[in-house]
């Protein structure tokens, strides 16, 4: 058995997870037989570890994370906000500040020509930021994607910021004995290892499906649950009757509902405020302006 006393003692939350990620065999008749690495409620409650890092604060911790919405619905106008206030050290979705870093934002249904016009609309005069890199074309995970997604991280000082937009470009094949669900949750394995390892961010745009009967906004996103089971933090973009909305669920990011309105002079997202305060304020407004044009 792993003797985590001495782990813990001195070595902190690094050396717990160096513990965890250790192969611990023993013989049994000359074949070696897993163990597991295990650790007592007792010692592990003793561990300090650092808080959660947020690349986006509220919104996109370190991590995998899913933003899905429907097409031409202004993800990618969202992501590229993200990957310049994160190259820039400035504000993302309108009052968001993030601490600087390197961001990739893999644009793989776009144009150079269009990401210029983009960033020109958003930056204005501003100096467009070194600190991002773009790229139009990347192969799939499976045929050296990965590989070349990791070679970046190694070649910037800070990696806080990838964006696979869309996740369909680089998807590895399904093997013929997966299952959907296990498709869906493997194909997403190697950017969530890439996250976990470097403790960075990975933001893959998705899309949602056209169904209507979906109590839960997360339920639209489109595939098995394999997707979301895989993922740290899922987002969705959607309209409403009362303007568009952001949803956000994770492990480590609370769940939140948002409202949003898109500021088509910058092309930017604005978080207007919790959604249910924002309705109620506009209700308030409505009877503010009745009251004010009644004659009795």
């Not at 890439?194 to 009967?213: E, F, P, Q, Y």
Request: hydrophobic content about 40%.
């Amino acid at each position: 058995m792993t003797d985590w006393n001495d782990t813990t003692r001195g070595g902190g939350a690094d050396a717990v997870r160096a513990t965890f990620d250790a192969a611990t065999t023993a013989p049994r008749r000359g074949r070696p037989v897993p163990r597991l690495a295990l650790i007592t409620a007792a010692d592990l409650d003793k561990v300090e570890f650092p808080p959660v890092a947020y690349v986006v604060p509220g919104y996109v911790a370190e991590g995998l994370t899913i933003l899905a919405g429907k097409p031409k619905g202004g993800k990618s106008w969202m992501c590229l906000d993200m990957a310049l206030a994160v190259a820039e050290g400035g504000s993302a979705l309108g009052s968001v500040t993030v601490d600087q870093g390197d961001a990739l934002y893999l644009a793989l249904e776009d144009n150079p020509r269009r990401l210029q016009k983009r960033m020109r609309q958003m930056l204005g005069d501003r100096a467009k930021p070194a600190r991002l890199s773009l790229a139009t074309e990347c192969p799939s995970l499976d045929k050296g994607g990965i590989q070349a997604i990791e070679g970046w991280c190694q070649g910037v000082p800070n990696p806080r910021l990838i964006v696979v937009d869309v996740f369909a470009k680089v998807r590895p094949e399904r093997r013929e004995k997966d299952g959907l669900y296990d498709g869906d949750y493997k194909a997403l394995a190697p950017l969530k290892d890439l996250a976990d390892r470097l403790g960075l961010a990975v933001v893959i745009v998705h899309h949602t499906s056209k169904r209507s009967d979906a109590a839960d906004p997360f339920d639209t996103i489109s595939g098995t649950t394999g997707m979301t089971g895989s993922a740290d933090t899922f987002i969705v973009l959607a309209s409403s009757t009362d303007g568009p909305k952001l949803y956000g669920r994770g492990r480590d990011v609370e769940e939140f509902e948002r409202a949003m309105r898109f500021d088509q002079t910058r092309g930017q997202w604005i978080v207007l405020g919790d959604a249910t305060e924002v309705a109620r304020s506009d209700e308030r407004k409505a009877v503010r302006d009745l009251l004010e044009k009644a004659t009795e």
